[in-house]
């Protein structure tokens, strides 16, 4: 035994090692206490001077409070943790799911952001506070519906059914100086509680999204709802183009919420300027979620800010029209206007690009009287109209050097659908003037269910893609969801020889879709399913499983809802409200999911500005009543926009006079 030895006393092997004395330890604690006393006294010094709320007006102090203003306004890109990225097994982080009555909803938590959220707003020059004034604004509930008392409403519409079925310009509009306020347009005569309670779930989460974009994003493109910052790798790229604004901005009109909408209004008049992006734009992409989403907004407020914005993105686009054929090269860079295409479609353009501008650019002609929109689009619709097509089919690549096909792959889901979809609503919008649109579009559809719609072993309808004439893959994309309600759209606006074919196609293509949500664990569908042997309606590639928030099955509901009123399509659509609530709702907003057919997905950590902008605005309706943008007043563009009938809605608001080109050598044709 070594006897009692000091209770710190070590040893290393055995052998006792020198310890640090009880004196020269006690100093050493000293010195650290000091030395922590000294930070703490400097950092209290520090912020006394420099943080704004005791900022001097000396010259120094004032650049010290600008560069802390600086700092505080790229706030989320300074200061978030670095992106969620793919760890090393290739997984991406589980979604945080944050439900009703959870943390979500903690009062302490809510009132923290609120707090966070008005000192934002008062720090970062946002003025949300301040209002302007508006042009007028009538109601959006159809003069068909029944009658509606204005709930909320600033002011009484202007226009009773007496306007019906006459264009009335918006000057015509300002009958009463006074009425200076957007109308609040929850007019919605429904009285079943339990049809309330839906389409109020599907408003907060419209709020949810939008208040966590207005947190963390204000002004980017979009929102990273896990990492609760900006996404700069949207389609529209790291600039502040504002897309989740000018895309959500009609969806917040229609569901009432007008306090935001005014927020967004006001950082659209001063901040989004297209023409200093210095980032290549795509010409369809600008074209229907901005100038879409603006002239949605011109033709439900009146507000000319909208229509202006509008004329100004469609503008910065013309240069890309600038080809041998007029279709329009797919990239834009709007401040050096240098065009190019996509490195994967070689010199080629997109059917579904070029082909899905129409509604856009007629409309945008007709309300600033510019006719240089209309002969944009005139002019590619003479070459898609005139070009032989293969077997009846449209393939999904033109070069717009030559006007020539390029590879013979025909799909009705990506690089094909939405020009489809515009060769319908041209005709529709146009109020069944554009009869060479119509005649198109039944053509190519006879062509496309002959050669593209099958039926798997178990009796599910589903469009196959087509390569030079032949079935070239079993599969259907999530963006042909689509057509089930185009299927019906086309079936109940015109009576001919197609007209029962199609909606039996409609209801079958719905169903499949559905079915597609049905079979996996989530309840939300996949990108992409296929049909092979036992294998039906289920993705099988892993890039297939994701969930995106896409809108397009929701669209066929609402649509089949509207013209069926088949109560399933409420039901399907209630189940996908749930499924978005419990799998893709985290704290910061609404995600995307890696694999549907996980029980616990993990999020892709993206909120798409088209989750706002179609998703929600279409599920809102399909709880709605009719009347709320009845389907025989509006035509809703492909990104979900609402846009007037021409001579059969009101608010088309066509301008007086019509200017045969803007005189701007850009723009002559
Ligand atoms: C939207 O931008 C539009 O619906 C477009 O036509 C296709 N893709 C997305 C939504 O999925």
Known sequence: MTGILPSYQRFVNGVPVPSISRRSFRLREKYLIISVLLTFAIVWLGALFYLPEFKSSTSVNDSVYNVYKRIQKAGPELLMPPPLAQNEVGDFPVVGIVRHG?????????????????????????????RPQFDVAPSISSSKGPSKPPVNAIEEPVLGNNAANKDIPVSDLKVDGSLKQYVVPAIDPSTDPDIIQKRDTVKEMM????????????????????????????VFG?????????????????????????????????????????????????????????????????????????????????????????????????????????????????????????????????????????QKVDRIRQVLYNIQKPDGLYPNYINPRTG??????????????????????????????????????????????????????????????????????EKMDHLSCFAGGMF????????????????????????????????????LGPEA???????????????????LLRPET???????????????????????????????????????????????????????????AETLKYLYLLFSDDSLLHLDEWVFNTEAHPFPIKGKNPLYRSANKLIANSGNEDNQV
């Not at 952001?113 to 949300?128: C, F, P, Q, T």
């Not at 649509?559 to 419990?582: C, H």
Request: glycine share 8%.
């Open 238 to 374: 790291g600039g502040d183009l504002g897309a989740t604004i000018v895309d959500g901005m009609d969806t917040l009109y229609i569901m009432g919420l007008i306090d935001e909408f005014r927020e967004g209004r006001d950082w659209i008049a001063e901040h989004f300027h297209i023409n200093e992006i210095d980032s290549d734009l795509s010409v369809f992409e600008t074209t229907i979620r901005f100038v879409g989403g603006l002239l949605s907004c011109y033709a439900l407020t009146g507000d000319s800010l909208f229509r202006d914005k509008a004329a100004e993105v469609a503008d910065a686009l013309l240069p890309a029209f600038d080809t041998p054929t007029g279709l329009p090269y797919a990239l834009i860079n709007p401040s050096n206007k240098a065009n190019r295409q996509y490195h994967w479609a070689g010199a080629n353009s997109i059917l579904s690009e070029v082909g899905t501008l129409h509604m856009e650019f007629t409309y945008l002609s007709d309300v600033t009287g510019n006719d240089v929109y209309r």
């Open 488 to 523: 019906a759209l086309a079936s109940t606006t015109l009576q001919n020889s197609l007209s029962e074919r199609y909606m039996d196609v409609a209801r079958k293509l719905t169903h499949t879709c559905h079915e597609s949500y049905d079979r996996s664990e989530t309840k």
């Open 554 to 612: 929701f669209e066929s509901y609402f649509i089949m809802w509207r013209l069926t009123k088949d109560q399933k399509y409420r039901d399907w659509g209630w189940e996908a409200v749930q499924a978005l609530e419990k799998h893709c709702r985290v704290e910061g907003g609404y995600t995307g999911l890696v694999n549907v057919y996980h029980s616990a997905p993990q999020g892709d950590d993206v909120q798409q500005s088209f989750f706002l």
């Open 404 to 473: 020539q096909w390029g590879q013979r792959h025909t799909s009705l889901g990506a690089l094909g659908d939405s020009f489809y979809e515009y060769l319908l609503k041209a005709w529709l919008v146009s109020n069944n003037e554009d009869e060479v649109a119509r005649v198109m579009f039944d053509e190519a559809m006879q062509a496309a269910l002959d050669k593209m719609l099958r039926i798997s072993p178990s009796g599910l309808a589903y469009l196959a893609e087509v390569k030079y004439g032949r079935i070239f893959e």
């Open 102 to 130: 959870e943390e979500g909803d903690d009062p302490h938590v809510v009132e923290d952001r609120n707090r966070l959220l008005a000192k934002i707003d008062e720090e970062m020059g946002m003025k949300v506070l301040e």
């Open 529 to 547: 399913f296929r049909f092979s042997g036992a294998v039906e309606a289920r993705a099988m590639k892993s890039n297939e499983k994701m969930y």
């Open 207 to 234: 709020r949810h999204a939008w208040n966590n974009y207005k947190l963390y994003a204000w002004g980017k493109n979009e929102l990273k709802p896990m990492s609760k910052r900006a996404h700069l790798t949207s």
